[in-house]
């Protein structure tokens, strides 16, 4: 098998050729890194390569040959965004502030990575603190979308996504604030998933907004993110916000819906505030093609309303800001980072001002000021107040939602993906493109988001939202493996075996 | 349009700590105030009789034992601090010399 052909399958191809020994991870490994140093000088998905990662798959092979008893992800190698915290490598979250900043702890969900014995490639970029929809706010220059080069890869999670559309990677794991997971996903062709709020541990997460933030899988197929939410899904003592219950096997529940090939008795919700103005002509009309090819299969497609998503946005931009300003108080310059004493020295609050206006880039410093006055006495009923209200509204919404449907669906971004440049100086337009992600935020409930084919006018991936009650990521799992499975029927082929390819001789 | 000045930016840079330039302020104020006018469209539906949710999954009086878990030594946990003594982080002075 070529290096070509190994990072091409998908992570449970992978897994299966590693059990039956019929590859190393060694190999594997090698044929990513060598993946990585080919493309990256054009994509730019990773901050840090790891220096261990063919030590560690070295040492799988050498347990596996040995007999030992491996979870079955063990040998297949994963990149992880760089919010996380790695013990062994640097985490930054995209900002100068954090530049060379080492962890002396390893946040839950790559513990558990390692423990199921994964291989970590490396760090990938990411929107200063997870603030941006484009990846361009990173400190560290901006991820570009493997199907045009020119192009967003979206965000935050821009540099996770690219890396698996560009076959840096089998597997990444993400965080979703407002859509940081899912609308990466859709415009580079990808499949991400967001939990169930506390279906995943946050600590060692880089708190952004913590009462939204969710650790999700980043990957090419709704198998490889059920199998890899089964690895870091779960109770965690360390996070007081981590659900206690027992979960199911999401990759049972994925590998029924792909066998089963049918919807029926399914009823699928169309939410009718999250389409139509506003929404690219080529989005629109794959969904339409979307929601026949279920009804086809079987689904009973049923419109509903959810009236104060209409509100979502502006909710999201008064919690979000409020939250990360508290958060973000923790980098000031005395336990980590980095300190800039101000010419002529100055007291500990004139060091953390420097500090933080070197630091920050201009997107974390609009949201930290934002969220400064969003919490200020005489505002802070009339906007924080009201947003929380908003979030009742909005759980209120999904609550009878569910009652006429078991999954409800919306396009995961309103367009394809824009061009680099093009809203960078426009934070409202840039704030829309989270417009049908933000509403499962605000409410806790799971989303995922699957390729739903190419826009005919522009020839870029799109991508169709799922989403569920809260706890029922397993429905997720198993609805979007169906569907993943009637779209590519319909098509002939997945959409990621049609992405550009990138060095001579690639295809 | 909603009356934020560069004066109100100028504090709320104070209060957040961070040295903003003066471009920074008048760029951040006609900003904010593009973007709060937007945002303010919350106190439309939010009614007297709507309760707030600060939390998505609900959960109270989440506790543990008592007893001591796994904590950081204190070498890793000045490893990171840009200035330290070997136990201790090291700040510059608290207060200025009018004070």
Redesign the interface.
Known sequence: MSAGDVIRLSAAQLAEKLTAGELSSVEATQAYLDRIEAVEPRVNSYLHISKDALDTAAKVDSDRAAGEKLGPLAGVPIAIKDVLCTQDMPTTAGSRILEGWVPPYDATVVARLRRARLVPLGKTNMDEFAMGSSTEHSAYGPTRNPWDLDRIPGGSGGGSAAAIAAFQAPLALGSDTGGSIRQPGAVTGTVGMKPTYGGVSRYGAIALASSLDQVGPVTRTVLDAALLHDVIGGHDPRDSTSIPDAWPSFADAARRGAASGSLDGVRVGVVKELGGDGFQQGVSERFAQALEVMEKAGAQIVEVSAPHFTYAIAAYYLILPAEASSNLAKFDSVRFGMRVTPPGGGTVEDVMAATRELGFGPEVKRRVILGTYALSAGYYDAYYGSAQKVRTLIQRDFASAFEQADVLVSPAAPTTAFKLGEKLEDPLAMYLNDVTTIPANLAGVPGMSIPMGLAPEDGLPTGLQLMAPARADARLYEVGATVEALLEQSWGHSILSKVPALVGGDN | MSE?TTE??AH??????????TE?IEK?TG??G???D??????????PD????????P?SN?F?EDVVGAT?TTE??I?????HDGSR?R??????EEQ
Do not use: D, K
């Not at chain 2, 937007?38 to 009614?47: N, P």
């Not at chain 2, 709507?50 to 999954?57: G, L």
């Not at chain 2, 490893?79 to 200035?83: C, H, L, T």
């Open positions: 934020i109100q930016v709320l840079a104070n209060l957040a700590r961070i040295a903003l330039t920074e951040l900003e904010l593009v973007i709060i937007s945002i303010a469209t919350v106190s439309e539906v939010a009614t709507v309760p707030a949710t600060s939390h998505p999954i959960m989440v543990r950081l890793q946990a490893a990171g601090a840009p200035e982080f700040v510059s002075a608290i207060l200025g």
